[in-house]
């Protein structure tokens, strides 16, 4: 399956394609994978997510799904690449992973059915839908702090085109232990379904990226912790979570909190009637 990667290559960003363990791009120069430096491989004008797709996920909230797919929006700005650091801001604590595959438009798409949405999607690529859960009790409703702050949506490593979403094995990895391990075939909604839906009244246009839902585990992370997505047949894309270098302002707008909404969703909807408690910091 064709994979393309953007790298900034001498100052520059290139479209490259990978051959074996270097990048190539069209003027020939090439690369060690290992050595680049990656950027999102795609420019998106837009990032759309699925709330909950993955039956383990609902499950695990003890809830039921509504008849039809609810959204959130991820501003640009929150864009993040393979090997990126996830900035968890000094004064917060409920950073969490949340592992996801991520469809990529092709071209423009509006006011299409899900049995033609395939020919609108360019291909698909890894995706972490972090959220800081800090902020949950403030922006609830739309999720902007949320999810949507900067670097807390890593895409990559590279765009795959020509792969079949059906029946693929998605894992998170935090420090090299397996913390979330689903399937494709688990979610209610497939990558045309939703799509179809969003492009009803929204325009999407080339590049713009669908976040299509997580597995059940969603769990937070530390600075200095190493997390890795790895979706079968599109790569593992690796990040490492780094504090903010100065903390949350304090002169202006909701603070951070710590309610029972925001240790449930943090540590899985059911913490305490588990018995687990929020871990030390």
């Known amino acids: 399956m064709p994979e393309y990667r953007r790298i900034l290559l001498d100052g520059a960003a290139v479209q490259v394609t990978v ?67 996830v900035v968890r801001p000094e004064g917060c604590k409920w950073l969490n992973y949340e592992g996801e595959v991520a469809i990529v438009i092709g071209k423009t798409a509006r006011n299409v059915s899900p049995a033609e949405a395939g020919e609108y999607i360019a291909g698909y690529t890894v995706a972490n839908d972090y959220g800081l859960h800090d902020f949950r009790d403030t922006d609830a409703g739309s999720m902007l702090r949320v999810k949507g702050s900067d670097t807390l949506c890593p895409l990559g490593p590279g765009l795959v085109t020509d792969w079949d979403f059906r029946g693929k094995s998605l894992r998170t990895y935090v420090n090299g232990k397996v913390v979330q391990d689903g399937t494709t075939d688990e979610m209610k909604w497939d990558m045309h379904y939703l799509v179809a839906d969003i492009a009803r009244t929204i325009t999407l246009y080339p590049g713009d990226v669908l976040l299509s839902g997580t597995p059940a585990n ?30 949350i302002r304090t002169d202006v707008g909701a603070q951070p909190t710590e309610s029972e909404e925001v240790l449930s969703t943090a540590l899985g909807g059911d913490w305490e009637f588990r018995g687990i408690r929020p871990p030390k910091r």
């Not at 969603?218 to 780094?242: F, Y």
């Open 19 to 85: 051959d074996d363990d270097e990048l190539v791009a069209g003027d020939g120069r090439r690369v060690k994978i290992e050595d680049a430096q990656h950027l999102p491989p795609v420019v998106p004008s837009k990032v759309i997510a699925v709330h909950l797709n993955h039956r383990s996920r609902v499950d695990e909230f003890r809830i039921d799904l509504p008849g039809t797919p609810t959204y959130f929006h991820k501003p640009t700005s929150a864009l993040n690449s393979h090997k990126g650091a």
């Open 218 to 247: 969603s769990r937070p992370v530390q600075p200095g912790d190493v997390v890795e997505v790895e979706v079968e047949g599109l790569g593992r894309l690796t990040n490492h979570i780094v504090t903010g270098p100065t903390p």
